[in-house]
Nanobody, 124 residues
Framework: QVQLVESGGGLVQAGGSLRLSCAAS????????MGWFRQAPGKEREFVAR????????TYAESAKGRFTISRDNAKNTAYLQMNSLKPEDTAVYLC?????????????????WGQGTQVTVSS
């Protein structure tokens, strides 16, 4: 089992940056692909980015391409989401998730473990 804890959210002005972290418990972190999702009030959970077990392969939502960067440090059992050029429409709760499967998927239902989320608010 994997427990995930996100941190790094907060209030930032449009155009600013935030770096989210997702700390995982256990010694099996490197056996999971990691994903970041977000959910705004009244909206469905939305895929943001995914990184493979080794970190060599990354996948992004169109809304994240060129602005967000996902990374991981397997030695620290931590995944990251660097968010630059933030926009008010990026406001949401951001959640990290772990997926044991190696097939790239943007489907939230495929991810086995979830953190509680961290709030990101971007003011205009």
């Amino acid at each position: 089992q994997v427990q995930l804890v996100e941190s790094g959210g907060g209030l930032v002005q449009a155009g600013g940056s935030l770096r989210l972290s997702c700390a995982a418990s256990g010694r099996t972190f490197s056996t999971y692909a990691m994903g970041w999702f977000r959910q705004a009030p009244g909206k469905e959970r939305e895929f943001v980015a995914r990184i493979s077990l080794s970190g060599r392969t990354t996948t992004y939502a169109e809304s994240a391409k060129g602005r967000f960067t996902i990374s991981r440090d397997n030695a620290k059992n931590t995944a990251y989401l660097q968010m630059n050029s933030l926009k008010p429409e990026d406001t949401a709760v951001y959640l990290c998730a772990a997926d044991r499967n190696t097939v790239v998927t943007k489907n939230a239902a495929a991810y086995e473990y979830w953190g509680q989320g961290t709030q990101v608010t971007v003011s205009s």
